[in-house]
């Protein structure tokens, strides 16, 4: 079981990024996938989890309204479109698979790939 979160990058406030989270060796849809982030000095928090068996979606409030989950069943693939980003978005991020359903209480995620770096700078 693998994920491989990219996409991550140094952006200036107001713009985009798009993550990309890919699984291998299990089907995505079959599970929860969800976007963790953690900043420096911070615990890592839940940001946007799809579930595979309905595609319903939770967010995080912090960013509702400015980021968007989706997923290409096809290629396995969890996005996470980021818009509007701002200086608080700025951590890494990190995608896991969740066999709890949709939530954002991590262990109930057992598989985590490696993060990928947001940086919101001016």
């Known amino acids: 079981v693998q994920l491989q979160a990219s996409g991550g990058g140094l952006v200036q406030p107001g713009g985009s990024l798009r993550l990309s989270c890919v699984a291998s060796?299990?089907?995505?849809?079959?599970?929860?996938i969800a976007w963790f982030r953690q900043a420096p000095g911070k615990e890592r928090e839940g940001v946007a989890s799809i579930l595979g068996s309905d595609g319903n979606i939770i967010y995080a409030d912090s960013v509702k309204g400015r980021f968007t989950i989706s997923r290409d069943i096809q290629k396995n693939i969890v996005y996470l479109q980021m818009n509007n980003l701002k200086l608080e978005d700025t951590a890494d991020y990190y995608c896991?698979?969740?066999?709890?359903?949709?939530?954002?209480?991590?262990?109930?995620?057992?598989?985590w790939g490696q993060g990928t770096q947001v940086t919101v700078s001016s």
């Open positions: 896991g698979r969740g066999f709890g359903g949709l939530t954002f209480y991590d262990y109930l995620y057992d598989y």
């Open positions: 060796e299990f089907r995505a849809n079959d599970y929860a």
